[in-house]
Nanobody, 112 residues
Framework: QVQLVESGGGLVQSGGSLKLACATT????????VAWYRQPTGEQRELVAS???????NVVDSVKGRFTISRNNGKTRVYLQMDSLKPEDTAVYYC??????WGQGTQVTVSS
């Protein structure tokens, strides 16, 4: 059974950094597209970044230049490095595999 487990969320001040990790059991991440989504309270879930293969990485315009998605060499973890965080980045962040499997989410709170 494939499972995704997110970690690394927390409370940080505006301008600070956090690094989220998504770990998988049961599958090699290199076989699909891994994405980070976020859902602020009371709002819809939205795509933040995705990665497929070794070099096909993308982030949405609202986080470009601040967030970076990457994976480890063993293809079992995908990371989301978040720098220059803003209060509007506050949300539950979810890891997703091929738009089919979701993790439980990790809360990121950015204080002003």
């Amino acid at each position: 059974q494939v499972q995704l487990v997110e970690s690394g969320g927390g409370l940080v001040q505006s301008g600070g950094s956090l690094k989220l990790a998504c770990a998988t059991t049961g599958i090699n991440f290199n076989l699909g597209t891994v994405a980070w989504y976020r859902q602020p309270t009371g709002e819809q879930r939205e795509l933040v970044a995705s990665i497929r293969g070794s070099n096909n990485a993308n982030v949405v315009d609202s986080v470009k230049g601040r967030f970076t998605i990457s994976r480890n060499n063993g293809k079992t973890r995908v990371y989301l490095q978040m720098d220059s965080l803003k209060p509007e980045d506050t949300a539950v962040y979810y890891c997703n595999l091929d738009q089919a499997i979701w993790g439980q989410g990790t809360q990121v709170t950015v204080s002003s």
